[in-house]
C-alpha cells in the first residue's frame, strides 16, 4: 500500500500542544506529514499536495474546487475545536469525506470546572474567601448564611451536548433532580441520561443552579433574556459555559448586580474585557477568562483523538472518538473562530 | 404504655435549628418533652426528671451516678456531633444505654465543599477570579498555566470516617485513583470502596490531591508536619477538612507561602483567627472560617436522624442512623465542644 | 505485651473452609491458637483455657458462668453466620465484649444468584432451557410469549439488611424503581439507598419482581400467606432467599402451581426436600437448594472478615467488618443452627 | 409546509408490533401514512409513491434508480434491525439522505439475558434446578462444586457495539476487570467504558467469562475456533450472543461435551435446530432458541427510536436514537434477513 500523504495546517494549535511524544509517534507511523506551524498553509502549498493528501489535519479552507482535486482524501480533522464555514460540507457528504471535530476534548475540563463553580456559587466558597482576606470572615452557621447545599438541589441543564452530558455524569452522586433544555434533542434522549425533558421556562423557574451549555446559532442569538432571567427563583445560581451570546449579557450583568442570582461566566461579548468593566467588581459573580476548557490536558485529548481516528479511517474504519459535521448542523452554528489557543 | 419522658438539653443548638417542621412533630409523638433551650438545663432539672427519662436529648453530663438514677434511660443522644467526657460509656454499656450522635450529618455539606474546593485549587477557580478583579486575568490556555486537571488526579484520602468515604463517593465519576490511610480500618475496608489502603508516606508521595479528614485523637497532634509536607509532589494541593491539630499548623502555612503547594484550610488553631494572620494573604490558600460543616441543612439532618432513631429505640429497635459511641474510641477521642453553632 | 490466646471451636466450619493461606498466616501471627475442628470443642477443654482467653473464634455456648471465668475475654465472633441463643448477650455486653458474626461474608453470593434468578424468571432463561432439551423450543417473539423485560420493571424488597442492600446495588444499572418494606429501619435510611419505603400490601401489588430476604424472627412467622400473595399482580415474580418459616410454604406453592406467579426459592421447611415434593415437577418454579449462599467464595470471606476485626479487636480498636450482636434483637431471631456447611 | 409522505413498509414487523398507542399517534402526526403490512410493498406501490415520499420506514428495496425518482427523500428506516444490501448506499450518501436502523432498540433485552445466562452458568443455576427436578440436589457448599462467583470474576467482551456496551454497564457494580477485543475500535474508546483493550488470544486466556457481541461479517466467519477455544482455563464460561457465524459451531459444541467450557448460545447454525441436534442434551450448555433480543419491549423500541428520529429529521435536524449506515460497514455485514419477528 503507498504510504498516505496527511496535511497538517492546526494554526491556533500546534502539533506539540496537541500531541504528547507517544501520540505524535503514532500519527508519525501513519504516513508522511507535511506540516505548516508556524503560519497557516500558504496557497500554493496546500494546492500542490491536493492530489496526493489522503488525510487533512487543520483548519485550511476547502471548498469544492479544493475538494475535487483531492481524489484520495478521506478525511478533514479540524483541531481548533469548532465546525467553521470554510468547508463546502456537502461536497464532503457526496464524496463520503469525514469532516471531523474532536469537540469532545474539551468536555472533562469545562465539566470539572463547571461543577465547582455550581458547588462554589451555593455554598460561597470563593466569597468566603474573599471575605476573610478582607477580615470579614464569619465562622461556622453565621457564614452559610443565604447558601445552599447543592447536593440534592433541582438542576437545569440548557444544552445537552458533549460538554451538559459530560457534567451530568459528574452530578450521579449528587442526586440532583436534573431538567435539561435542548430542542435538538427528542426527550427518549433526555431520559436516557435520568434527566428530565422541559421547556426552557419550566427549566429556569424550577432550578436552583442554572447551566448554559449551548452553543451559538443563527437562530439562538440571546435567547435568555430579561423575561427569562425573571422566571429564576431569588438566590439561584447561572453559569454561563459556552457563548456569551446566547444571552442577553448586559441583562444577565443587571441580574446579578442586583442580587437577585449570584453566578459564573467563563465567557464575555469581548474578550479581554474591558479594563473598567463593571463585570470586574461585582459581589455576585464567579470570573472565569475563558479558560475552563482550554487546559493543557484537554490539547492533549484532541491529538488523541485525532490520531486514533485516522487511524481507523486509513484502515477503511469509520471514526469513532471525533463528531461527524451534518451538513445542516455545520450551516447553523456560529462560533467565532478562536484567535489564540 | 406509658408515655415516655425526653429530656431535650440541646444547647449550643436549638430545637428549631435542627428539626422542620415536620421531624419536630414526630418528635412531639414519640412521649413528654422537657426542654431547656436558653441555657443548659440545670442541675436539679435534670436530676428531677432522671427517674423517669427514657431518652436525654443533648449534651448533658451523665455520670455514672445520675446513670444509677435514671433506671429507664434507654438512650442519650449528642446532638453537638461529637462524644465528649461528661459521660460514663462504660456504664452506658453495662446498661445497655445507646450513647449516639448523628455525626454522619455533616457529610454531605463538608464533602462537597472538600470537592469543590479540590477542583477550585487543582485548577485555579478562586485565584483566577482574584486576578481578574485585579485587572491581570489571563485568557485561555495561558490562564491555565500551573493548573491541572482534577480528573483522574492521583488523590489521597487522610481519614477515612464518614466524611472521607462521603467524599469518596463522590470522586467515582472523576475516575481518580485513590488511596486512604487510617490506621484504626482494616484494608478490607478500605479495598471494599475501591481505595487503595497505603501508609502515610506513600499517600504523601504519590497524590497530587490530599484530603485531611482525620480526627484529633490523643496520639496524633502534629502529625503531618515538616517532613512530611517535603515528601508532597510540588504543585500539589493539600486540604484540611477536620482538625487543625493534626497538622503542625506553623509548617503548613510556610509550605503554602514557599508556593510548593497548593492549600484550603476549614479549621485553625484558633478562631477567629488573628486579624494580623499571614494567612489572610496567601496566594496559594483558600481560606474557609470553619463553615464546610455547618449548613442549615446539616442542622436539619441531625434532628431527622435523632427523630429516625428515638423511634426506633422506643419501639425496642435498634438505631439505624446514629454512631455510637465506642467506649475505647470515645476515650481517645479530642474535639473541642463546639461554642457557637 | 503477653501473647493472646484465642480459642477457635469453628464447626461445622473448619480454619480450611474460611482461610486462604495468607488469612491463615494473619491469624496465627496474631497470638496461641487453639483448635478444636474435628468435634466441638470439648467442655473440659473450654473451661481449661477459659482464664487466659483473649478472643474466641466459632460457636461455642458462653453463658454468663463462662464469661464470669474469662476475664482477659475480648470479642466471640460466630463463623456460623447466625447469632446463637447459646450465649449471654446481656453480659457480654456489660463487659464490653464484642459478639460479632460475618454475615455479610454471604451478600455478594446470595444477591448475584437472587438477580440472576429473577431475570431468568422475567424472562424466561431456564424455562426456555428446558422447553429446548424437550425438543418444544419456540424462536424469537413467539419464544417470548408471557415474559417480560427485568430492565425497569418494579421491585419490591422485603427485608433491608447486608443482603437486601448487597441486591439493591445490583440493580442500579437497571433502573428499576424499587421500594422496600422493614419494619425494623427508618424510612430514612431505605430512602439513603434511593429506595422507596413502603408497607407490605403496597409493596406486593405495585411489584412486578419481589425478593425476600428477611430473617425470621419471633413475630415474623408466615407473614406472607394466601392473602398477601393475592395482592401481587398475576404473572409477577416471587423469590425466597432467606427463610422459608416467613411466608405460609404450602399456599407459596399453590400460588406457583396455579400459575399465578412464578417463583424461585432457595429455601424450604424441611431440608432435604422430600423425594415425592410437589414441588420437583413444578413449571413456574426455580429450584435452589439452600446454595446461593454457602459458596467457597463467602467462606473465604468468613475468615477475611473475621481475622480482619480480629487484629483490630487486639490493638484496642473497635470492629469494622462484622456485625455486632444487639442484645434486643439476637433475641429475637430464630435461625437454626445449620448443620453441614 | 406540505404534508410530508411516509411510506411505510416493516415486514417482518408491524406497526402495532412497534408502536403502542402514544408511538403511533405521534407518527401519524407527522404527515399521510402509506402502509403495507400484510405483504412486502408492491414495486408499483413504491414507485408511485416515489415522487412524493420524505421519509421510508421499513425495507424497500432502494438501488439508485429509485433513489433518483425521490427527490424529497431525507430518510430510510429500516425497522429489522440490520443493515441489508438492499440500498444503494453511497447514493444515499451524496444525497444526505440518513440510512438508519433502530439497532440499540434490541440491548437491554439482551444485555440482560446475557448477564442472567453468564452467572447462570457461573453459579450452576439451571443446572442445579434440573438436578432438583431429577431428584438428585445436593445442598450447600456441596451443592456449589465446581462453581465460582461472577463477582469480580475476570470477564471479556468480543465485539464492542450497543449490546456489549449495555452490557458492560450491568456490570459496573460487580466489579469484573473487563478485557475487550474488537477491532473495529481505537483502544481509547474501550478504555472510555473502563475496560482493557487486548488481543483476542490475551482475553481468551485470562477471562473466567467470555460473552461473544460480534457482527457477522465478510471477514470473520468461524474466527473462533479450536486454536482459540484452546486458549480458554478449564471451567471458564463462554455465550455467543450474535451470530453462529462467527464461532466454529462444530468444535464449540465439541468443547462443551467434553466439559472443558460451560456454554450458552442464543444463536445456531441452522434455525430451528434439527430434533435430533446433540446439543439438546448437553448437560454444560444452556439454550436459548434466537430469543435474547426478540422481545415485545425491544420492538416497541423501535418505535419508538423510529418516530423520534423522524420527528427531528423532519424539523431539518439530525437523528439522535438510531445508528446511521456508514457505507464502507453496511458493505462488510452478513446478517440474514430475519424471516419472522
Known amino acids: 500500500m503507498e504510504t498516505p500523504l496527511i496535511l497538517i495546517d492546526p494554526l491556533p494549535r500546534t502539533l506539540d500542544l496537541i500531541c504528547y511524544p507517544e501520540i505524535r509517534r503514532r500519527l508519525e507511523e501513519l504516513g508522511r506529514l507535511v506540516i505548516s506551524e508556524d503560519r497557516p498553509m500558504p496557497d500554493e502549498m496546500v494546492e500542490k499536495y491536493l492530489p496526493e493528501v489522503s488525510l487533512l489535519i487543520g ?8 475538494l475535487n482535486c483531492a481524489p484520495k482524501l478521506k478525511a478533514i480533522v479540524n483541531v481548533e475545536g469548532n465546525f467553521l464555514p470554510n468547508i463546502d460540507y456537502q461536497a464532503c457528504a457526496e464524496r463520503g469525506i469525514y469532516v471531523l471535530t474532536p469537540g469532545a476534548a474539551f468536555a472533562r475540563s469545562v465539566a470539572e470546572s463547571a461543577l465547582a463553580m455550581a458547588i462554589d456559587l451555593a ?6 474567601d474573599r471575605a476573610f482576606r478582607a477580615g470579614a470572615e464569619k465562622y461556622g452557621l453565621a457564614g452559610n448564611e443565604g447558601t445552599f447545599l447543592f447536593t440534592g438541589a433541582p438542576v437545569g441543564i440548557i444544552g445537552f451536548g458533549d460538554l451538559g452530558r459530560t457534567l451530568r455524569a459528574l452530578l450521579v452522586p449528587f442526586r440532583n ?12 434522549v433526555i431520559r436516557d441520561h435520568c434527566c428530565e425533558p422541559v421547556g426552557l421556562d419550566d427549566l429556569l423557574g424550577s432550578s436552583r443552579v442554572v447551566f448554559v ?17 425573571e422566571l429564576m427563583q431569588p438566590g439561584s445560581v447561572f453559569l454561563i459555559l459556552s457563548r456569551a451570546a446566547v444571552v442577553d449579557f448586559p441583562e444577565f450583568l443587571r441580574q446579578v448586580q442586583s442580587g437577585r442570582i449570584r453566578a459564573a461566566t467563563d465567557v464575555f461579548p469581548d474578550e479581554p474585557v474591558a479594563a473598567e468593566s463593571p463585570a470586574r467588581s461585582m459581589e455576585g459573580l464567579l470570573l472565569s477568562a475563558h479558560r475552563t476548557g482550554g487546559t493543557t490536558d484537554a490539547l492533549l485529548q484532541i491529538g488523541r483523538m485525532t490520531v486514533a481516528d ?20 455545520a450551516a447553523r452554528l456560529r462560533s467565532k473562530p478562536v484567535a489564540v489557543t
Open 59 to 66: 483548519q485550511t479552507a476547502m471548498p469544492r474546487e479544493r
Open 123 to 128: 455554598r460561597g466558597i470563593t466569597a468566603a
Open 177 to 188: 433532580p436534573v431538567s435539561v433544555f435542548d430542542p435538538w434533542l427528542p426527550p427518549e
Open 213 to 229: 451549555f449551548a452553543s451559538a446559532t443563527s437562530e439562538n442569538r440571546g435567547f435568555i433574556g430579561k423575561r427569562e432571567f
Open 310 to 329: 485516522a487511524e481507523l479511517i486509513l484502515r477503511g474504519l469509520p471514526p469513532q472518538l471525533c463528531r461527524r459535521a451534518d451538513p445542516a448542523v
